[in-house]
């Protein structure tokens, strides 16, 4: 499907989050792409129009961001994960600031900007530079980062009681906030697509699972839902169905589909072992915090661990016990939330 046809399969505020990362307009591996949906964009690349062509392929982007807007509830966020491009058209070597382009579009949408993440990515190319080589001023700064741009619509979300105490179970610990919410994230790597025979998508570089988990748990409740309107292989998909999540992504390659339904049944191994470590980490965190003399004046009671503030005594991780396509691109998965993760238990909880 059409991800500009998002408000098809989403009603109006039924989201809580979206998480995509869409076609990076002026990269040449996604010319084709806005090509197909606009032969305008094609010919002003041909006539070697950069600023034509970069407008042209942001103005399809800037339908689906509308329709984020409306599947948005009052107080959802918007996590966009973009990077600019550079290119040469014409003879002239030039930025396309697309970062920019698209924190245009959700403002003029209504949306509020919050603060943004600059991803550093790791890279291991040996003449990664571009220019003149050591002549100045024809070297070029290289562009090594990505932005995951954060987004409100309207004010802050309000809770009902019932949320309040899901809320409460969503919480992350202490130390993970001070990590999460960096400005700059160094520690997650790139992942390169792995379609094998999957024809029909010429490109790599999909986001790692960790960058929509991070993203979920920092701007949802469990029980919330997600939307990805370029879902690709399906890891924002996978991810919130790990992190007990609704989800609902959009995605017109259908030679995708296997690659999808592949990483929504590995849901189930990659969450669990993600919040065991999770609770590894913390314990370890609390003994190194203990033993520098540092107090821990409350317990998450769920795990009989200390923790440093009392907005953490309440944290319960849902551990996944199955995952199942109940039809073609539609997935169940049901939840032991009273279990410790890698234990068992018969209580399930549907979402």
């Not at 032969?39 to 002003?44: F, G, H, I, L, N």
């Not at 969450?271 to 003399?293: D, L, S, V």
Request: with cysteine; proline share 5%.
């Amino acid at each position: 499907m059409d991800a500009r046809a998002l408000c098809d399969v989403v009603d109006d505020g039924q989201a809580h989050l979206v998480v995509t990362s869409p076609p990076y307009p002026m990269i040449e591996m996604w010319d084709k792409a806005f090509a197909r949906n606009d032969p305008a964009a094609a010919a002003a690349l041909d006539d070697e129009d950069g600023p034509a062509a970069f407008e042209l392929m942001h103005s399809a982007l800037d339908i689906v961001w509308d329709a984020c807007r409306r599947a948005l509830c009052d107080g959802g966020i918007a996590c966009v994960n973009i990077g600019d491009a550079v290119r040469t058209l014409g003879g002239q070597f030039s930025l396309y600031s697309n970062h920019a382009r698209i924190v245009r579009a959700f403002l003029l949408l209504g949306f509020q900007a919050l603060p943004a993440i600059i991803w550093r990515k790791q890279t291991n190319a040996p003449n990664k530079f571009m220019g003149s080589g050591m002549l100045p001023p024809g070297a070029y700064v290289t562009l090594e980062h990505e932005f995951i741009l954060v987004f409100r619509k309207g004010g802050k979300r309000t809770f009902s009681s019932q949320e309040t105490a899901r809320r409460r179970q969503s919480a992350f610990f202490w130390e993970e906030r001070n990590a999460w919410f960096s400005d700059v994230w160094f520690d997650l790597k790139g992942t390169t697509q792995k379609l094998g025979s999957c024809a029909g998508r010429e490109r790599s570089g999909a986001f790692p699972f960790e960058l929509p988990w991070r993203l979920i748990h920092m701007f949802s409740i469990q029980g919330d839902t997600v939307v990805d309107p370029f879902l690709g292989t399906g890891t924002t998909l996978a991810a919130a169905a790990a992190a007990a999540r609704n989800s609902i992504g959009v995605e017109l390659d259908k030679s995708l589909a296997p690659a999808i339904r592949e990483s929504a049944l590995a849901a189930l191994e990659t969450g669990n072992r993600k919040y065991a470590e999770r609770i590894a980490a913390h314990r370890e965190f609390a003994a190194q915090r203990i033993a520098q003399g540092k107090d821990m004046k409350h317990a998450v009671r769920a795990y009989g661990m200390p923790c440093v503030s009392k907005q953490e005594t309440d944290i319960r991780f849902p551990v996944m016990e199955t995952i199942k396509e109940t039809r073609p691109g539609r997935f169940h998965a049901a939840y032991a939330h009273d279990a410790v993760p890698d234990d068992s238990s018969s209580q399930t909880e549907r979402f």
